[in-house]
């Protein structure tokens, strides 16, 4: 079955860049979604297609996915942007494939 | 502007059937365009795709979960609803209900329900 593999922890300082990967087998040759959880919340949609930003999220966040590892960037790291970040992507039309999830701690 | 919220029992015991209904307003479930999603998420894990249901009835499921899952319609209610059969304590979870969007944009989860917990237990 398809996987999709995030690391379980990314720490950033304020105002810096943070980088979080996803990787699986080709993935550059499917579409990825990022989604934001913040505790004892749902998540929320910030990337799709790549590297798309739904209405209403900041222009800090960008995406891109290429070879084997989509990439969400967030430039300038705020700490309202402590969160648990998960990539999804559709493994044939079917068939909805969530990584296991990236801790952003901004410290 | 979209609203999803799942309903439920809270607490299921081991070996029965889990039943939670979500309820979309704002919205037709009954138009092309979406996928009526189940998600859940089990305490402090990853979040894990359950299957979906399309407005014509066609379901997809997680193999792993496809021996023991129903995904449903109610068109008149604007509603969908889930079946989880046989469950255990593994089953504890939060259930998220979520639309999956696609258009000329691409293709998303645009829309999320608060979640509910479900614990099974005696």
């Known amino acids: 079955s398809y996987e999709l593999t995030q690391p379980p922890s990314v720490s950033v300082s304020p105002g810096q860049t943070a980088s979080i990967t996803c990787s699986g087998d080709q993935l550059g040759d499917k579409y990825a979604c990022w989604y934001q959880q913040k505790p004892g919340q749902s998540p929320v949609l910030v990337i799709y297609?790549?590297?798309k930003r739904p209405s209403g999220i900041p222009e800090r966040f960008s995406g891109s996915n290429s070879g084997n590892t989509a990439t969400l960037t967030i430039s300038g790291t705020q700490a309202m942007d402590e969160a648990d970040y998960y990539c999804q992507a559709w493994d044939s039309s079917t068939s909805v494939i969530f990584g296991g999830g990236t801790k952003l701690t901004v410290l | 502007q979209v609203q999803l919220q799942e309903s439920g029992p809270g607490l299921v015991k081991p070996s029965q059937t889990l039943s939670l209904t979500c309820t979309v307003s704002g919205g037709s479930i009954s138009i092309g365009g979406y996928y009526w999603n189940w998600i859940r998420q089990h305490p402090g894990k990853g979040l894990e795709w359950i299957g979906y249901i399309y407005y014509g009835g066609s379901t997809y499921y997680n193999p792993s979960l496809k021996s023991r899952v129903i995904i449903s319609l109610d068109k008149s209610q604007n509603q969908f609803s889930l079946n989880l059969s046989s469950v255990t304590a593994a089953d504890t979870a939060v259930y998220y209900c979520a639309r999956d969007r696609y258009d000329s944009s691409g293709r998303r989860f645009d829309y999320w329900g608060q979640g509910t917990l479900v614990t099974v237990s005696s």
């Open positions: 297609q790549d590297y």
